[in-house]
């Protein structure tokens, strides 16, 4: 089992619409999450750290559940500029602070 | 801040030849990750150093595959003899070391191997 597992996708939808991604991960010692953005032939950036009460910015959602090891992320009135991979990460503070990627979900917004 | 700085942004080789990429981290930042991306496996963790020490390198491929860092400003990813198979982006990462803490990614390496 992938220590972090995500939907690979694609989703597509139309632009407004509303579009939600899962993720869960298998290491209950997690520490920290984060869901980060990926456009085509660039590297990943962060777009939100998640937090245990969970947190919002703009559009952007991101829960956690951590009884259920699980992340999610919603995007509200999708832009056609939110075309993009979206992976969800988690930390692992009892390895040393291991860093771990999900294979990420793309996203298509259309017209 | 200049961010991660990453070189070469392209290596074509032939197989068999050594390949040696290269980073910078941010500066102050005291953890470095060493990532490889395919299309097949998405971002795959090789290894990552703590205050310039090797804390994990179990996705190391094989002994083809070593990273060192010298120093707290850069690190060496090497691949001796390079394969087709290594073809594929190179990201390196670098972040502070508390609990809360994202990394942030140089531009990466893309490898082809022929």
């Known amino acids: 089992r992938k220590e972090v597992e995500q939907d690979p996708g694609p989703f597509n939808v139309p632009e407004g619409a509303t579009v939600a991604f899962n993720c869960t991960y298998s290491?209950?010692?997690?520490?920290?999450f984060f869901w980060y953005r990926q456009d085509c032939r660039k590297e990943p950036k962060l777009l939100m750290s998640v937090y245990s009460s969970g947190n919002e910015d703009g559009r952007f959602t991101a829960q956690l559940n951590r009884a259920s090891q699980y992340i999610s992320l919603l995007i509200r009135d999708s832009k056609l500029s939110d075309s993009a991979t979206y992976l969800c990460?988690?930390?692992?503070?009892?390895?040393?602070?291991?860093?771990?990627f999900g294979q990420g979900t793309e996203l298509s917004v259309k017209p | 801040d200049a961010g991660v700085i990453q070189s070469p942004r392209h290596e074509v080789t032939e197989m068999g030849q050594e390949v040696t990429l290269r980073c910078k981290p941010i500066s102050g930042h005291n953890s470095l990750f060493w990532y490889r991306q395919t299309m097949m496996r998405g971002l795959e963790l090789l290894i990552y150093?703590?205050?310039?020490?090797?804390?994990?390198d179990s996705g190391m491929p094989e002994d083809r595959f070593s990273a060192k860092m010298p120093n707290a400003s850069f690190s060496t990813l090497k691949i001796q003899p390079s394969e087709p198979r290594d073809s594929a982006v190179y990201f390196c990462a670098s972040s502070l070391g508390g609990p809360v803490t994202e990394a942030f990614f140089g531009q990466g390496t893309r490898l082809t191997v022929v």
């Open positions: 290491n209950s010692a997690s520490q920290s």
């Open positions: 150093f703590n205050n310039n020490v090797p804390i994990d």
């Open positions: 990460v988690v930390r692992l503070y009892n390895q040393g602070g291991k860093l771990i």
